[in-house]
């Protein structure tokens, strides 16, 4: 390395000799694996060597490789599986799974996919080689169909069969017929020969004598419905129609820091541990944050899935949203917003969720307004971790604070992060009780601050506990292990790969006028 | 250096069209792109990282035909990019179990040279990214003045006192730190 100065070298310039080159094996590799990686991509564009026939041959092409994916489906051995689990109200299994507590009904499946069952409906689940099929014998249910890696889920009555990758819909089996409308996502409906497709605020009914509800009619009896309509409304939003809050009030936290705060009765209040300082305050009348950054009211306001106000700074290390001036995460506020009437409604279980997709626009459009915060969506490639089993995991290992194993009180609850009375400061437990991976892998994820790939190839539930030294520090030794192994204790390993990811970047912001 | 092109057959059209070959340019700028992540970050892991990101970001959000100088483009994505991850990782928290698996504690010596590397690395994040583009190419790629105005459409003279107060400022920056 030539350093091009004619001065006394000194600190500065004996360090820029420091710069070091790269091991050229590992960079090699390293390009093969991009390369790879990128060809995978939808858009890659392909090398200009294309055979001639390539044009001519694409059907046989297909055929050959709808014959390959028939070949893997026939030698794939039946899987022996549980498929579902019960989250709320009560269904009644017999042949068939029946919501008959004269209350609605949901059930969990293995793939993260909820289905929310109307009082009195009847169905069936059996796993179909490409998929998920639910059989709806009669009755309504609201599908929230997660992402399908492999295959698709099919909701199937005795006329239809409707198929779909990832999306909400409600499906009615009448003894007349069925019908079928959609929420969010896109829906293929099969009636006979003839197949439609469905997008938001669309639905069909098989017979002509069946009434046409609105979507809103469809699903009233649904105790979710203010959320799936919001969302339904998030779709359909014409342009001059917008989700805001009434009045906001916006000021540096530095000059008034908690000043105002005071819910209104019923308020809800959560813990925030994303830097603010005084909980947040919601109810449908009033948002109120006080000493909350920009930064966080972005991930709330753009984030998916929960709201994990405890673990932002976990999800700042994921990097879902970046960009922007350092000042959105340092600088604090206090809004306190006024919601416009009827226009929030919602549980406090919804709320810890993140299940308020109204409320999410609706910080949209303040920081859009106030902070001129202008957003744009981006894939990356980021470091994670892959998430492997061995054979039999995992196992039920006992940590020695978690005496009484299954008998033990914090053995309780489906999934949940927890501190062990008695536990050093910096040692966490995990515990998984009858639950499904899917459930427990982004728990996982937001500890180790890395999106975590499932490659266990564990679909049924499990119970397992994982109890670990979080932070290592010398001074203060732990019996607890560090988190690998811990993870090895019950069969399960984290090994480090790449995945692809959708994030935010902060484009523009602008510090707000305050009022 | 040159955008990389192939014939493209379309698919359902009978004429042929000219679109930029991506693999070539894959081929042509990524161990640039690589080693300027690794000169930025120190690290195989984030170079990794960043020249991922690059691509992933050039075959998603440019169209190749707009390209005049895809070398220069790519080079600064790189440095940009590895700018945001050190200064995010400035920012984040350092309490979480990615480090639990890291491998375990160097030596006394070589750990003194881990921390210079980590000081300069930050020392350098605390450049504008301009400043830092052209520090990187004089003292990661080895390159003259002269070909660095070339790359970056600028002035030799623009370029002389750039490196000039980059370094002023390093010093300064560095010597706070020792």
């Known amino acids: 390395m030539t350093i091009h100065n004619h001065e006394r070298p000194d600190t500065a310039d004996s360090h820029l000799g420091l710069f070091r080159a790269p091991p050229e094996e590992e960079m090699a590799q390293a390009e093969e694996r991009a390369l790879r990686r990128l060809r995978s991509e939808p858009r890659y564009a392909p090398a200009p060597a294309r055979p001639p026939l390539w044009r001519m041959s694409r059907l046989a092409v297909a055929g050959a490789a709808a014959a390959i994916v028939f070949a893997v489906i026939a030698l794939r051995p039946p899987r022996s599986e549980t498929l579902f689990r019960v989250v709320e109200g009560e269904v009644h299994q017999v042949d068939s799974l029946r919501s008959d507590g004269g209350k609605s009904a949901v059930l969990a499946l293995a793939d993260g996919s909820r289905i929310e069952m109307r009082a009195g409906s009847e169905l069936s689940l059996t796993r179909a080689d490409d998929g998920l099929r639910i059989l709806l014998n009669r009755g309504d249910i609201i599908v929230n169909a997660a992402k399908q890696r492999r295959g698709h889920l099919y909701v199937q009555t005795k006329d239809i069969t409707v198929s779909v990758i990832g999306t909400v819909f409600v499906v009615n089996a009448d003894k007349d017929g069925s019908r079928v409308a959609v929420i969010e996502g896109e829906v293929r409906v099969q009636q006979g020969s003839v197949e439609k497709t469905l997008r938001p605020g669309e639905q069909i009914a098989t017979n002509p004598l069946l009434t046409l509800e609105s979507v809103r009619e469809e699903i009233a009896w649904s105790p979710h419905a203010e959320t799936h309509l919001a969302l339904l409304q998030q779709i359909n939003q014409t342009p001059g129609a917008r989700d805001a809050f009434d009045v906001i009030s916006i000021r540096s936290s530095g000059k008034n820091a908690g000043a105002g705060r005071g819910g209104g009765q019923g308020a809800y209040s959560i813990e925030n541990g994303c830097g603010g300082l005084l909980p947040i305050e919601i109810d449908p009348g009033r948002f109120a944050v006080f000493g909350t950054t920009v930064h966080n009211l972005i991930i709330w306001a753009y984030g998916t899935g929960e709201i994990h106000y405890g673990s932002c700074i976990n999800l700042n290390a994921m990097n879902f949203v970046s960009g922007g001036p350092d000042w959105i995460r340092t600088e604090p506020w206090d809004i306190q917003a006024v919601v416009p009437a009827r226009s929030l409604d919602f549980t406090l279980d919804q709320l810890r969720r993140g299940d308020l997709p109204r409320l999410r626009r609706m910080i949209q459009t303040m920081l859009a307004e106030r902070f001129k915060v202008t957003m744009r969506r981006e894939t990356k490639s980021v470091a994670a971790y892959s998430l492997t089993a061995e054979k039999g995991a995992p196992r039920f290992f006992v940590p020695d604070i978690y005496a009484g194993g299954r008998e033990d009180p914090a053995f309780k609850k489906y999934v949940w992060d927890e501190r062990p009375s008695g536990a050093r400061p910096g040692d966490l437990g995990i515990i998984a009780k009858d639950a499904f991976m899917s459930e427990v892998v982004p728990i996982l994820a937001r500890r180790v601050g890395r999106p975590v790939v499932d490659e266990t190839g564990i679909a049924g539930k499990v119970d397992f506990i994982l109890y670990y030294d979080w932070a290592p520090n010398p001074a203060r030794p732990s019996t607890a292990p560090p988190l690998a192994k811990a993870l090895d204790q019950v069969g399960l390993k984290l090994s480090d790969t790449r995945t692809v990811i959708e994030t935010w970047v902060v484009e523009k912001v602008e510090k707000p006028t305050e009022n | ?178």
């Not at chain 2, 991922?52 to 035909?65: A, I, P, Y």
């Not at chain 2, 003279?157 to 980059?166: H, K, N, P, Q």
């Open chain 2, 1 to 178: 250096m040159s955008t990389a092109h192939a014939i493209v057959e379309a698919p359902d059209q009978d004429i042929a069209v000219v679109e930029p070959d991506f693999e070539g340019i894959f081929r042509e700028h990524y161990r640039t792109v690589y080693r300027t992540a690794y000169g930025v970050t120190g690290s195989s892991q984030d170079a990794e990282d960043v020249a991922q990101t690059v691509f992933l970001r050039l075959l998603h959000g440019r169209s190749l035909r707009d390209w005049k100088n895809p070398a220069a483009y790519l080079y600064r994505a790189a440095v940009n990019e590895s700018l945001t991850l050190i200064r995010a990782r400035k920012r984040r928290p350092r309490d979480h179990d990615v480090e639990l698996f890291a491998v375990p504690a160097d030596s006394a010596a070589a750990g003194s040279a881990k921390e210079t590397h980590r000081r300069l690395y930050e020392a350098v994040a605390e450049l504008g990214r301009k400043a830092a583009e052209i520090l990187i190419l004089r003292y990661v790629h080895d390159y003259s003045d002269a070909q660095i105005a070339k790359l970056l459409g600028t002035s030799r003279g623009t370029i002389a006192v750039s490196l000039y107060r980059s370094r002023a400022r390093l010093r300064k920056f560095l010597r706070g730190r020792l």
